[in-house]
């Protein structure tokens, strides 16, 4: 008796747009499947750790792919954890995670980057429809009896059917009818190709059929051993001698679904009282959820080479969130608990680590191919001219400064270094290249404070009228524009020894560079327009605290600043729109 149910209507939606748009990628099927197969052994292995029953009588994990070419099949069967009818009619029918739509939204036509989506939104399932005109699913949950094992079958249109299964085996096997035009997929050299490319580094072995030349037959055919196809090697645990730039590159598109190789990698083992490898890696583009609060660090937790949860918030702080990798600790108990993470002195010391590990890294990108600050850039086109030498810090900067400057406000033990990281627009520079130490380098002799002004865009940064005079003094004024940036500025009180100040806040005192002669001439302008600046505070009453003269200006007749600690236009502007 096999029961009919309806895709939830974004998985229909989902199915027709990943079978059309990723046609050209075709591959990634195999990847994706194969890759639910291994979180299905590591969620069992993970379960059984406090239920070793779960393992039945076959502890070995692993993954076979098999064909056959009569029956244009493909399977890819693991022993996993399974899955009850409950489970398959909830898993391969709905999709559970919030960010479908925006994936949906997100597609953009462009294949390669489409077939990058799929990975992030984790709607891998769904892309076995690519070749396959029909799926057939047939599972079992560990621990539950042969009798409450599920067939799944669906031909990728609206709907799918499930049924009751007898099931002696645990797990799952996956069938693909591949299409006509499919039937490239039955050989193995191409499987066992792909599987190379993209699954090596899958942990656990991947098994395929070995195959043998029939001298009778003329032709090769298959036999009925088994034998492993992958490299299954944990790659962080291998000395870094031994692991190419590829090697490197291709485990981060296999832990990450990214498409584009990582910008930059860490890799080491840390001794002394907690011991772990790290492998950390800088992506070169930033994901969709970047801004998401609940986005969670993409990096992976084994105690020893065993998995033992994906996104482990307690190994990174959230201004790091974009960084992918492994953490393997030597220490940590292998039951551990995401609240135990939390509370675990070794799991503190590994945070500490890895985020000195990712500034130092940031720190030597930053420096790669950088001249000595230019001592006196007159204009924009001199510094984007310097860019392609500093290209990589660039690139990441582009794509996470932003988040960065988050780590003003959220670890006060590495804000010195994080500052150092940071880079602006300037009245001198279009760039966003200036470092705070540049800025420094070219202060004017008697300059007190490194000046900066928040905007929305640049446009309306550099025709404020609040940087009139210091435009004819000469004095550079940094030019922010990130929407976090007064809030992470605000963290941020000096630099190296020099106070950072708003030039839309309070007086602008600009000390010894304001000769005495302008100084008077104001001082002088606010005796004469006393009667003025008292009728105008009374008229502003209930919209302006105070009204007063000022030098700051050089062509326009007025200007709006807030006072000294107050919030300024940008952060009130930005707490409205949030509905404070
Ligand atoms: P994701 O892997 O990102 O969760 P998928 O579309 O690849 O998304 O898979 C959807 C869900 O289906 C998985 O989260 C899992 O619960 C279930 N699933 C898929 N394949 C298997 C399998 N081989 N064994 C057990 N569960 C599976
Ligand atoms: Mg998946």
Redesign the pocket.
């Known amino acids: 008796m096999s029961t009919h149910h309806a895709f939830q209507t974004e998985v229909a939606q989902l199915l027709h747009l990943v079978t059309h748009s990723l046609y050209s990628n075709k591959d990634i099927f195999l990847r994706?499947?194969i890759?639910?197969?291994s979180?299905?052994c590591d969620?069992l292995r993970f379960e059984a750790l406090d239920h070793a029953a779960l393992f039945e009588d076959a502890p070995a994990l692993e993954v076979r792919v098999g064909f056959d070419a009569e029956a244009k099949t493909l399977t890819?069967s693991?022993n996993?954890?399974?899955?009850s009818e409950a489970?398959a009619i909830e898993?391969?029918g709905t999709?559970a995670?919030s960010g479908t739509k925006a994936f949906m939204s997100r597609l953009s036509g462009d294949q390669q980057k489409d077939a990058q989506l799929i990975g992030q939104?984790?709607?891998?399932?769904?892309s076995g429809f690519i070749v396959a005109d029909r799926i057939t699913?047939e599972?079992r949950r560990a621990g539950l009896p042969p009798e409450q094992g599920v067939r799944w079958v669906s031909e990728g249109t609206g709907e799918f059917e499930t049924e009751a299964l007898t099931r002696a085996e645990r797990?799952?096997c996956?069938t693909l009818h591949l299409r006509d035009d499919a039937s490239e997929y039955l050989t193995r050299w191409k499987l066992k190709g792909i599987i190379a490319k993209y699954s090596d580094h899958i942990s656990l072995p991947i098994l395929m059929r070995k195959e043998e030349w029939d001298a009778d037959k003329g032709e090769s055919v298959l036999r009925d051993e088994w034998e492993q196809v992958n490299a299954a090697s944990a790659l962080w645990t291998r000395p870094k001698k031994d692991l190419s730039e590829q090697q490197y590159s291709d485990f981060y598109q296999a832990i990450s679904h990214d498409y584009e190789a990582p910008l930059a990698w860490s890799h080491n083992r840390v001794e002394g009282t907690t011991e772990y490898t790290q492998l950390l890696y800088i992506p070169a583009k930033a994901p969709h959820d970047l801004w998401n609060r609940d986005k969670k660090p993409g990096v992976k937790l084994y105690v020893r080479r065993v998995f033992i949860m994906d996104e482990v918030e307690a190994l990174l702080p959230s201004y790091l969130r974009w960084v992918k990798g492994v953490i393997d600790s030597a220490d940590l108990p292998l039951n551990v608990s995401r609240e135990l993470l939390q509370e675990s002195r070794d799991v503190k010391a590994i945070r500490e680590g890895n985020t000195r590990r990712v500034l130092a890294l940031l720190e030597d990108l930053a420096q790669q191919g950088v001249e000595p600050a230019a001592a006196d850039a007159t204009d924009a086109t001199a510094d984007a001219e310097a860019a392609p030498s500093n290209d990589k810090y660039r690139r990441f900067y582009a794509e996470f400064g932003a988040v960065l400057k988050e780590g003003l406000g959220e670890d006060f033990g590495n804000r010195e270094r994080i500052a150092r990281l940071l880079r602006f627009a300037s009245t001198q520079s279009d760039a966003v290249a200036v470092s705070l130490a540049d800025y420094k380098a070219r202060m004017k002799a008697g300059q007190k404070a490194i000046y900066y002004l928040t905007a929305d865009n640049l446009d309306a940064a550099k025709s404020s009228p609040q940087l009139e005079l210091f435009r004819k003094k000469g004095i550079e004024v940094l030019l922010m524009t990130d929407r976090v940036d007064e809030w992470a500025l605000s963290f941020l009180h000096d630099f190296d020894g020099t106070a950072l100040q708003s030039v839309a806040k309070g007086a602008v005192d600009l000390g010894q560079l304001q000769d005495e002669a302008e100084k008077q001439a104001t001082e002088a302008a606010a005796e004469q327009y006393k009667p003025l600046l008292e009728r105008l505070k009374t008229v502003l009453a209930d919209k302006a605290s105070d009204v007063r003269m000022t030098a700051r200006l050089v062509d326009s007749p007025a200007c709006l600043v807030v006072g000294e600690g107050e919030l300024s236009n940008q952060l009130t502007r930005m707490l409205k729109a949030a509905g404070q």
């Open positions: 994706e499947l890759s639910n197969a979180d299905a969620r890819i693991d996993g954890i399974g899955m489970e898993h391969l999709i995670k939104f984790g709607v891998g399932f769904y699913v599972s797990g799952t996956i």
